[in-house]
């Protein structure tokens, strides 16, 4: 009997000493979960942060996205012939260029009439700086192109269109100096084709066709283009500044 009441003590005595270790033990692995969780949580602020300040800049995956499907539509087409709007969505629907941003609603999905289709990139004030990808036609040369638009007028009966009033600054150099043109010139910007049109300031024949359908609206590819083939001979590509 008192072997017995020993052993129940001994049992007792171990079991209280592994419960306060026991206990002790579960406590340090809690407090290691702990650290750990703490950890994870600031690596997925920190992700958060990342992810916002991507998409806020101007490189966001919204303009990598939009700039990719500009590029593909350049080269399969929007499905539509020639002079006419493709309304987007899964309709295929096509109005005439006549009829965008004219005040009515001639889509289905009204897209041509959103304020995303009816702002002017090419709005008065704005200067534009280019530098040349190619040039295989002008004069000049230049090494650096600026287009600034000093104003711009919309017809009531004619609103699917903006004139516009604007000059080309070129600057090229040769081995022996540096030299700059100033050409006033006249044109349109295109609702329907997201295209700024320019006529040639001068008697070569060489005018200008600005296109904005780049993904991003502060970057369009500024065309020289010879009036008479509407041959694309040399290429800019401009920066809203």
Not at 180 to 185: D, E, I, M, S
Request: contains cysteine; aromatic residues 6%; proline residues 2%.
């Amino acid at each position: 009997m008192r072997v017995l009441l020993f052993g129940l003590l001994a049992a007792l005595v171990a079991g209280d000493r592994c419960g306060r270790e026991c206990a002790q033990k579960g406590q340090v692995r809690l407090d290691i979960q702990e650290v750990r969780l703490n950890h994870l949580t600031a690596k997925i602020q920190e992700l958060e942060d990342t992810f916002d300040e991507r998409v806020s800049s101007g490189n966001s995956a919204h303009n990598v996205l939009a700039s990719l499907g500009a590029r593909l539509q350049s080269i399969t087409g929007s499905g539509c012939p020639d002079g006419y709007y493709a309304c987007g969505g899964n309709d295929n629907q096509c109005v005439d260029n006549l009829l965008v941003c004219d005040g009515n609603k001639d889509c289905m999905n009204g897209h041509d009439e959103e304020s995303s289709t009816c702002t002017v990139l090419a709005e008065a004030g704005s200067h534009w700086h280019g530098v040349p990808v190619r040039d295989a036609c002008t004069t000049r040369q230049p090494y650096e192109l600026d287009i600034v638009v000093s104003d711009t007028s919309r017809l009531d009966f004619y609103s699917s269109r903006v004139d516009v009033h604007a000059s080309i600054l070129t600057r090229s150099k040769d081995q022996h100096s540096t030299s700059t043109a100033n050409l006033p010139t006249t044109g349109y910007y295109n609702f329907a084709t997201r295209q700024l049109i320019l006529a040639p300031p001068e008697s070569d024949g060489l005018g200008m066709i600005v296109d904005f359908n780049t993904g991003d609206d502060n970057v369009a590819n500024g065309y020289v283009t010879r009036v008479s083939t509407l041959e694309r001979c040399a290429l800019f590509v401009l920066r809203r500044d």
